[in-house]
């Protein structure tokens, strides 16, 4: 089993990671159907958080697992 990686796009000035999209995962399964585990760090370290909806209609069967850590103050 390989690991593969996809490299979140900034924002702009400030260069900020933004979270993973939908399309990206899509086409990260695409090139690489063998994919059997998409793991997501949601929101980012910076607050953002990833379009898990849209994500689960992209991967089909495949699992889902989404590290929240940063995420415990997000509802205040």
Same mark, same amino acid.
């Given at each position: 089993?390989? $690991? %593969?990686?996809? !490299?979140?796009?900034?924002? #702009?000035?400030?260069? !900020? &990671?933004?979270?993973? %999209? &939908?399309?990206?995962?899509?086409?990260? /399964? #695409?090139?690489? &159907? =063998? /994919?059997?585990? /998409?793991?997501?760090?949601?929101? $980012?370290? =910076?607050?953002?958080? !990833? =379009?898990?909806?849209? /994500? #689960?209609k992209v991967i089909g069967d495949r699992v889902l697992v989404i590290d929240? !850590?940063?995420?415990?103050?997000?509802?205040f």
């Open positions: 089993m390989q $690991t %593969s990686w996809l !490299a979140p796009q900034l924002t #702009k000035p400030f260069g !900020a &990671p933004l979270p993973i %999209s &939908p399309e990206q995962v899509k086409e990260a /399964i #695409k090139n690489e &159907p =063998d /994919i059997g585990v /998409i793991y997501l760090t949601s929101p $980012t370290y =910076d607050g953002l958080y !990833a =379009d898990i909806k849209g /994500i #689960k929240e !850590a940063h995420g415990a103050a997000g509802y």
